[in-house]
């Protein structure tokens, strides 16, 4: 199966992060959250995948490089818009699409074994969700085939808490069911009410796993957190120096006064005297922790510099060359 990873948007949610990086080079940890996606999809067995950009496109390609195929949208053609552009990269067999924004240890054979068993068109990956006010949710009979949908209705009026996960397998007979000469195409707007006007099957596949979009500075600081309680199982950099104490090479902790798990801390990391930790805390590569600061519920992006005696209470501190901060790109493959 081939995969495509969205990553044309604006991330306009994410901003003023999203002025500096486009929202799938947001780093969670050790590496932007689009490689932890791809990492995803090579350790699950695809590797022939192609991302869609459009903002920051030479960021994204300097970093994965050859390892990916990519297709340029010089105006932005919609979230189904950009995998009609890449119809003939997907051949004659089901292809998985995925949000490049999205952590998630999605067990894919699952959701093909699921789209190949119920015979339809495509299947949507949906997750039972706290707050329907926040998510578009799905509405489906006794065997899983979508009924319609709801964007996202008060609690009281919703008639489901599926939540759509934007993870979906397709089989190629979906552009059966584009319209014609729209320069943009949306999934919600135009594609899955046409599947529903023409009675063609498509059904939910409901997961238990891990999942979130980072679709706004909220989530980013949740799905960060997550990775350290555990709660989202990811592989990342690091030595665990003691319970909840992850350090990467070339940080030294001496002289640190305080450090209460969890706390992660990247490579080349220098933290300096009567500084203290109280985690949840996340500390980018190459960043700098100044004499005496005082950092808590907090993420710092790699290359950023903490001044001596700063207090970061429920943070995220950035600064300029947050990619190129970053070690060079590994492909799970390699690791």
Same mark, same amino acid.
């Given at each position: 199966?081939?995969?495509?990873?969205?990553?044309?948007?604006?991330?306009?949610?994410?901003?003023?992060?999203?002025?500096?990086?486009?929202?799938?080079?947001?780093?969670?940890?050790?590496?932007?959250?689009?490689? &932890?996606?791809?990492?995803?999809?090579?350790?699950?067995?695809?590797?022939?995948?192609?991302?869609?950009?459009?903002?920051?496109?030479?960021?994204?390609?300097?970093?994965?490089?050859?390892?990916?195929?990519?297709?340029?949208?010089?105006?932005?053609?919609?979230?189904? %818009?950009?995998?009609?552009?890449?119809?003939?990269?997907?051949?004659?067999?089901?292809?998985?699409?995925?949000?490049?924004?999205? #952590?998630?240890?999605?067990?894919?054979?699952?959701?093909?074994?699921?789209?190949?068993?119920?015979?339809?068109?495509?299947? #949507?990956?949906?997750?039972?969700?706290?707050?329907?006010?926040?998510?578009?949710?799905?509405?489906?009979?006794?065997?899983?085939?979508?009924?319609?949908?709801?964007?996202?209705?008060?609690?009281?009026?919703?008639?489901?808490?599926?939540?759509?996960?934007? $993870?979906?397998?397709?089989?190629?007979?979906?552009?059966?069911?584009?319209?014609?000469?729209?320069?943009?195409?949306?999934?919600? &707007?135009?594609?899955?009410?046409?599947? #529903?006007?023409?009675?063609?099957?498509?059904?939910? &596949?409901?997961?238990?796993?891990?999942?979130?979009?980072?679709?706004?500075?909220?989530?980013?600081?949740?799905?960060?957190?997550?990775?350290?309680?555990?709660?989202?199982?990811?592989?990342?950099?690091?030595?665990?120096?003691?319970? %909840?104490?992850?350090?990467?090479?070339?940080?030294?902790?001496?002289?640190?006064? $305080?450090?209460?798990?969890?706390?992660?801390? %990247?490579?080349?990391?220098?933290? %300096?005297?009567?500084?203290?930790? $109280?985690?949840?805390?996340?500390?980018?590569?190459?960043?700098?922790?100044?004499?005496?600061?005082?950092?808590?519920?907090?993420?710092?992006?790699?290359?950023?510099?903490?001044?001596?005696?700063?207090?970061?209470?429920?943070?995220?501190?950035?600064?300029?060359?947050?990619?190129?901060?970053?070690?060079?790109?590994?492909?799970?493959?390699?690791?």
């Amino acid at each position: 199966m081939r995969a495509m990873v969205l990553a044309a948007g604006l991330g306009t949610r994410l901003r003023p992060l999203t002025f500096e990086l486009p929202k799938p080079m947001v780093p969670v940890l050790d590496r932007p959250v689009m490689a &932890h996606i791809v990492d995803l999809l090579q350790r699950q067995g695809i590797d022939e995948i192609i991302a869609n950009l459009h903002y920051f496109p030479d960021t994204i390609r300097g970093y994965f490089g050859d390892e990916l195929t990519y297709r340029y949208e010089d105006a932005l053609k919609g979230t189904a %818009g950009g995998v009609q552009n890449c119809a003939d990269f997907f051949g004659d067999e089901p292809f998985l699409v995925i949000s490049g924004d999205a #952590l998630t240890d999605l067990d894919i054979a699952k959701l093909e074994a699921r789209h190949r068993a119920h015979g339809g068109i495509a299947t #949507l990956c949906v997750k039972k969700v706290p707050d329907t006010r926040e998510y578009g949710v799905v509405l489906h009979d006794a065997g899983g085939r979508i009924t319609g949908f709801q964007e996202k209705p008060d609690p009281a009026e919703a008639l489901s808490d599926l939540g759509n996960c934007g $993870m979906y397998v397709f089989s190629p007979e979906i552009f059966d069911y584009f319209p014609k000469d729209q320069a943009e195409v949306d999934w919600a &707007h135009d594609v899955f009410p046409a599947l #529903l006007e023409h009675d063609v099957p498509f059904f939910i &596949h409901e997961i238990d796993e891990y999942w979130n979009d980072v679709g706004s500075l909220a989530e980013l600081k949740s799905g960060t957190f997550d990775v350290l309680s555990g709660a989202l199982q990811m592989d990342v950099r690091g030595d665990e120096l003691d319970e %909840g104490l992850t350090v990467g090479a070339h940080s030294g902790l001496d002289g640190v006064a $305080m450090i209460e798990p969890p706390v992660w801390i %990247g490579d080349n990391v220098r933290i %300096g005297a009567e500084s203290r930790l $109280m985690g949840p805390v996340v500390i980018g590569d190459g960043a700098t922790i100044e004499d005496g600061a005082l950092i808590r519920d907090s993420i710092v992006f790699p290359g950023t510099t903490v001044p001596a005696g700063t207090i970061l209470i429920g943070a995220i501190a950035g600064a300029a060359g947050i990619v190129e901060a970053l070690p060079p790109r590994v492909s799970s493959a390699a690791r």
